[in-house]
């Protein structure tokens, strides 16, 4: 159930009734653009200069209370001071026009004072939206201490959390105090033209999902039309690619210098923030480690009720880890569903074969760094995030796991998983494929060593076909570097001319597409470190495989993972055909 608080200071039928009818007209008054500078730095914004600016929606409010009492004096001082500071706020310019208006003759309604200014139907109809919106943020404030029942839990190193409820077109921010989410400060946004539940690229839709804000982008590097900066989102996730979603380049980010808001559905599926209220919220998330769940609506729940919904979804995973520590797959696959999927596209018999090991004991497995969010859509369902600690027979290792739990007649089950070692002694399974691969690997070359004896052939044929096999690899690895140096020194055309014409893009989106995110994000980093640990290559003919383990470091964020390069010769140079990450 969605619960307000009652409010201490009431808006009169009148004030609403006539904030919802200026809404239906607009002004062709414009505002000087001088707010919404677009040169904001990759860093941080200083937060100092933003952090006490009045809500307008507030300030609004008072404004109409004012005139319901016949304070016109007091309601244009009121109205004045609002459009010095928002001085590009267009319902507040038809405010002040009236106002003036009304000193000379009265006004049926609102608007009436610059109704000869008509304008198309589409535009009213976003100005009255907005204003349905950015009225209710005021009279419908939830209940101090009520939580939303997305945040079952954060992680110590979450600070802050967003989400959004795209049906009252809000966005709130909540700081992580003591482990309890706490709200601090809620924003008007606009979405998709289209709403939300984005499911394929250019469908002008808003994802549903919980996402992390990837990077940021200076509007240094942007146009104008982004406003001061934009802050990437993670979609498509790992579950939305599980369940065929496309599409990229999914932002938070502000307006044009010469707007200061845009009706609620507007954009292209991003979430568009004022200028002022993207540089609050960008001074204040922390890159890879800021959720965003984005929500049809969002469910507030009473402090009592939000503990026992956290107690319960926490029980999910310690349950999971006892069985884990009892290295027995049947055991495990309990915890599993039917409909099981995996970042292999494994079987879950093979899945689960792989995921124990010999332990030593319930305590051999610890769980941290926990997260936990009630996932937004249809279905009733939960992803953890957490680090578990293994001690093992070979020693001790780290794997990072995103579990999507959902509840399947009643019963919680894994629905999908992904697990990727971090840290630490090498897997058993790990190294008993490896040392199938050698075997195989040997049982091959075992042959041709037969064939070469059997027919006679020139040693020094043999000789050739291995140097220049060696020389392939050789040129390979120096693409490779070359490809690792034009990224680490952030110079996109050489990064970018290191792919193929026919290179097949990660999530199935355009190469343009592709090509634009990948030099935002290369682009908007202060500082790029990389570096590749023990690449293997194997080249058959003109086409090669390079696997390594990579680190990249950007600012705060670290991040090391396995990944796998394919390349083909195209025009005498080794050129990057596909990228995977993962195993």
């Known amino acids: 159930m969605f619960l307000f608080s009652p409010r201490s200071t009431r808006v009169s039928k009148f004030a609403i009734a006539g904030f919802l009818t200026a809404a239906c007209?607009?002004?062709?008054?414009?505002?000087?653009?001088?707010?919404?500078?677009?040169?904001?730095?990759?860093?941080?914004?200083?937060?100092?200069?933003?952090?006490?600016?009045?809500?307008?929606?507030?300030?609004?409010?008072?404004?109409?209370?004012?005139?319901?009492?016949?304070?016109?004096?007091?309601?244009?001082?009121?109205?004045?001071?609002?459009?010095?500071?928002?001085?590009?706020?267009?319902?507040?310019?038809?405010?002040?026009?009236?106002?003036?208006?009304?000193?000379?003759?009265?006004?049926?309604?609102?608007g009436a004072a610059t109704a000869a200014n008509s304008a198309s139907a589409d535009r009213l109809k976003d100005l009255r939206d907005e204003a349905q919106a950015r009225i209710r943020?005021?009279?419908?404030?939830?209940?101090?201490?009520?939580?939303?029942?997305?945040?079952?839990?954060?992680?110590?190193?979450?600070?802050?959390?967003?989400?959004?409820?795209?049906?009252?077109?809000?966005?709130?921010?909540?700081?992580?105090?003591k482990g309890i989410p706490s709200l601090i400060s809620d924003f008007y946004v606009s979405q998709g033209k289209f709403g939300i539940d984005k499911f394929k690229e250019g469908d002008q839709r808003t994802p549903l999902g919980v996402y992390y804000i990837t990077n940021r982008l200076p509007g240094t590097k942007l146009p104008d039309f982004y406003g001061p900066g934009a802050l990437p989102l993670s979609y498509p996730n790992e579950w939305d690619k599980s369940q065929g979603r496309s599409g990229s380049g999914i932002w938070l980010h502000g307006v044009p210098s010469s707007n200061y808001s845009r009706p609620p559905l507007a954009s292209d599926g991003c979430v568009v923030l004022s200028n002022p209220d993207f540089l609050k919220i960008a001074a204040t998330v922390d890159i890879a480690k800021t959720p965003v769940i984005i929500s049809d609506k969002i469910n507030f729940i009473s402090r009592a009720a939000w503990l026992t919904e956290k107690q319960s979804a926490r029980k999910l995973i310690e349950d999971w880890r006892l069985d884990i520590s009892g290295s027995n797959p049947n055991q495990l696959a309990r915890h599993y569903s039917r409909n099981f999927k995996n970042n292999s596209n494994e079987a879950l018999t093979a899945w689960l074969s792989k995921q124990v090991t010999p332990q030593a004991g319930s305590n051999a497995v610890a769980l941290r760094d926990i997260s936990q969010f009630r996932y937004p859509g249809k279905s009733d369902m939960i992803v953890s995030n957490f680090i578990q600690d293994s001690s093992t027979t070979r020693g001790t290792y780290s794997v990072k796991r995103h579990q999507y739990w959902l509840k399947e007649a009643n019963q919680w089950h894994i629905i999908f998983e992904e697990a990727t070692q971090i840290s630490g002694a090498k897997i058993e399974f790990d190294i008993a494929k490896e040392q199938r691969k050698d075997m195989i690997s040997a049982s091959t070359k075992e042959p041709i060593k037969t064939v070469v004896t059997a027919e006679k052939i020139d040693r020094r044929k043999t000789t050739d076909l291995h140097d220049k096999n060696k020389q392939a690899q050789s040129e390979v690895l120096k693409a490779v570097d070359r490809w690792v140096n034009a990224w680490s020194s952030k110079n996109t055309g050489?990064?970018?001319?290191?792919?193929?014409r026919d290179f097949q893009t990660p999530n199935g989106e355009s190469r343009k597409s592709w090509m634009e995110e990948r030099r935002g994000r290369i682009e908007g980093k202060a500082k790029i470190k990389l570096t590749l640990e023990s690449p293997t290559v194997s080249v058959e003919g003109n086409n090669a495989t390079v696997k390594f383990r990579q680190h990249y470091q950007s600012g705060a964020l670290v991040a090391s993972s396995r990944k796998t390069l394919v390349l083909v010769k195209q025009d005498g140079k080794w050129l990057i055909r596909q990228e995977r990450t993962g195993s």
């Open 137 to 177: 943020a005021i009279t419908e404030r939830p209940v101090k201490d009520f939580i939303p029942d997305q945040l079952l839990q954060m992680s110590d190193e979450q600070k802050y959390a967003l989400v959004m409820d795209a049906k009252r077109a809000r966005l709130f921010l909540y700081e992580n105090i």
């Open 494 to 500: 050489a990064y970018l001319a290191h792919y193929a």
């Open 25 to 110: 007209t607009m002004t062709l008054l414009s505002a000087r653009a001088h707010a919404g500078s677009n040169n904001a730095p990759a860093e941080k914004p200083d937060i100092t200069r933003i952090q006490n600016m009045p809500s307008p929606d507030a300030l609004l409010i008072e404004v109409y209370q004012l005139l319901a009492q016949n304070e016109l004096n007091k309601a244009q001082v009121k109205i004045d001071a609002l459009l010095s500071i928002y001085p590009n706020f267009q319902l507040a310019h038809l405010i002040r026009g009236d106002l003036i208006s009304m000193r000379t003759r009265p006004l049926s309604q609102f």
